[in-house]
Every structure is written in C-alpha cells, then in structure tokens.
C-alpha cells in the first residue's frame, strides 16, 4: 500500500472518521489497491446524519463541502487504505471465478461503540459508482443516479423495518454523464455494512484449491463477526451454523414483509447476514407465491417463494468452500457440512411463523392453528390478487377498532375471508388483545418504497436551472419510508399499490 499512498499524497484530506482497518492485514492477492476515480463536479444529494452519529462521525462535518469531496472520490480521507476485493460467486446458477468489486472501492473500517456506548461494532465504509477497479471486466465502474436514490430509500427502508442490510450513509452526484443506452445523470452512493464479506469469498479461494486462504478468510470472519465461537470444539464448523441462522433469519424476515430480492446469487449474500444489493429486489404489490422481479431471472430461479431454497443451496457452496477446515476426514467433513445446512429449514420456518404470527397479532409460542391460519390467509391473498401490505395493515386498523372502510378501496377480497376473518378475530381474542395490538402496529407498515414510488422519485429529482438538485419526491419519500409505521395526513397515494399504468414491470442493476 505505500506506493498507493505515495501517489496520493496530494488527494489526502483530515476528516472525522477514525479507521480501524483489519482486511487490509490479509495476504494482498485478498484484494487489489484501488484509487476512486475522481469526478468533475460533485454535489450532495443527502447525508445519513443519524447513521453518522452511530459510526461517531460528526454531523456538520458529513453536510460539509469536505464530505462532498471524499464521498465523490476526489480526496481520500486520511487513515483511509482504499481497496477493491476479491470474490467469485455463482451467478443464476452459473459459475464466475472471477469477480470482485468491479464498480466499489472499500475506504475502510471504523469502530463504532453506537449511541449506548456499551458495544464496540466495526463496519465498512465503501463507495459504490467510484469508477473502475481491476475487477471492473469491461465496465465503466460509474453508476447513474437512479440506483443510487434506489438503494438509498430501500436499504433506509429495511433497517427501520428490522431487517438486517446494508445501509446509505451519503449520496452524491458526480457532475458527469453515465451511459446506459442513453447519457444519464452520475452518481455514488456510501454503502456501510459489518463488511462487505460474501459467500463469494470464500468460494473465490476454495476453487483455487487455496485452503490457507480460506483458513485465514475464516479466522477474519470469526474474529470480526463471530467471536463467540473462537472457544467451541470446532469452531468452523460453528461459524457455519451461525451464518446458516443468521442467512435463514434473513430470508425469513423478507418474506414475512414480502420482499424479493431477486439477485440471490453467492456474490450477493454476505457472511454477516445482512441485506446487499437493491438492484432488481421489490416489495410486492399483489400477493403471488412465485412472483419473480427481476428482469434478468428468466427461469425464476429467485422467485419470491424459491428464495428459501435458493439461500439453502448457496450456503451449500460456502459449506463446500469450509470443507478442509471442518474435519481432516473429507468424509466427516462432507457429513458436518450437510448435517448443518441441513438446520436451515427448521430455522427459517421458525424464524418465519413468529414473524407472520406478530403480524396477525398472535403472541407466544406458534401452534400449528396458528401456522394454518396464515397459509389460509395467503391463499386467499393470491386467489384475489390482493396488495400484500395492504391486507396485513387492514388487519391492523381492524384490530385497532378503526373504521376501515376508507382502506377497502383498494382491496377486494375474495369469498371465504369474512369465515377466516371470523376464526382470526375468535383466536386474538382468547388472548391479550392489547399487547397483540400493539404488536401488530409495530409489525405491519402502512409506507414502503413502492416500486412505482421509488420510480417516480428517480424521474422528479433532476437539476434545476441554477445547478441544484430537486430532491423534494426523494426527501418526502425517505421521510414516509422510514416511520414507516405512523399514518400521516396528506399521503393516501403512498400506501396504495400502483394503477396499472403506473406498474414498474423491469428493474435492472445500474451496470
């Protein structure tokens, strides 16, 4: 890295961010040394203040001229060790040995002790747009503008919906053009995570028949991510059940919200367990047990009701990539990969009915009522075609006690919901109806980035005469988006599903 620093001695600038780097310690085939490209004429487009405050960055500081200039690139933060690291993946299916960060560049790491003070988390800075690194294979490393706002608003969107992700700490325009069959406007986009560590990763080394790699990328995982396991008999193979359960938890957590990720492949999952990439990924609308999205999944591999399965066998290739460190037998091993993959159904259907059972208000322990209750319940979505959202949060204001005939507008349920109806409201209430309300109104968002919402923000922010961006749709959605759970005046259009004319039916990744 010295002669990379020696070279940009003159783009370094003092910032309030304390790096704390540890990937860059691996051996350097890990990853490539990598400058952002810098750009002409940068502005912001929005800063995470409250995301600032966790990572102890200072606020005055993230809405300043300085931030500008090291989240476009321009300058690079001093203590910062920029990167570009190396994964392959499986992709639809289908294996890339090469990979890597082809259009993202790792600033590095800062340790945060969080609002409470009382826990110490690291997490990765990195820039997403910031032009071509060594594992560019062709591209232009750039982003345009829509997928940047887009993974803003969704990723906001999910943390304050519990899910674990990804998230945006600033967004900015770049004062160039990409193309993508047309000039459009640049941008790039600061992605914070526990890091950036995929199962792509591991399987980049494994199928060089590197085991020390992979010893060392394991031992990095468990000592950033999973120190609890360092004491356990057999660590590796602990580390891969806990990212099995944290990988089920997640994809139990989309589900229960309707999410579809729609780019499940192994390059696209990290170890830590937290949502990255909102390219082709969408909330569904009306409810479809094998809705597909993205306009890439042509066989509907990812399909709403495959991501399960679809987790399940990517966990496999990490498994497969852990085989050498689980047992020096590779017959024991295979059999300890397996038996822990193996966990990911009882997890994640677990993990699923708690989360549909707070949704129906539903508070304990599950039984199997419970769980038919909720397949009932989906069946009659799907029959009717009904917004997914929309039917939990009617159940919401009806256990609320609210006149509800306002939301029935725009649903139209099918024969055989008043008689589930009538079974779901006798069951709430042979139990505590006031905590199983409250439960339900933390569970059931009325605001999510719709498609066709977040489509429109793309269209409406463009740059006014003066040089300055219109960020009203955008800021009034990110406002809606995350408090997700309040109602409020003056914004009915944002809790309806689109009119046909407004269907977003093709999202793609901004490469």
Partial sequence: MSDLNDSCESQVMQAPINFNNSYILLPEYFYSPQLPTQVSAPKLIQANLELGEILGIDANWLNSEDAVQVFSGNKVAAGSEPIATAYAGHQFGHWNPQLG???????????????????????DIQLKGSGRTAYSRGGDGRSPIGPVLREYLLSEAMYVLGVPTTRALAAVTSGESVWREQALDGAILTRVASSHIRIGTFQYFAAQQDAEGVKQLADHVIARHYPQVQSAENPYVNLLQVIIENVAKLVARWMSIGFIHGVMNTDNMLVSGETIDYGPCD???????DKVYSSIDRNGRYAFNHQPSMAQWNLLGLAQSLLPLLHESEEHAVELAQQSVNQFAGVFETEYFSLMANKLGFVGEVSDYVKNLTQELLDLMEQAELDYTLVFRHLTEVANGNDVLDDQSALSFPDGFDLWL????????????????KMMNQSNPIFIPRNHLVEEVIQKTTFKS?????????????????????????YKRFTLPPKPEEVVKNTFCGT
């Fill in 422 to 437: 009538t079974q779901w409201q006798n069951l709430r209430g042979q139990g505590d109806e006031i905590e199983s309300t």
């Fill in 466 to 490: 003066d040089g300055s961006i219109d960020l009203e749709a955008f800021n009034t959605l990110l406002k809606l988006v995350t408090n997700p759970y309040q109602y409020q005046d003056g």
């Fill in 101 to 123: 960060d082809g259009r993202a560049i790792l600033l590095g790491e800062v340790l945060s002790t969080g609002k409470d003070g009382a826990q110490i988390s690291r997490f």
């Fill in 283 to 289: 909330f569904m609308d009306y409810f479809k047990q």
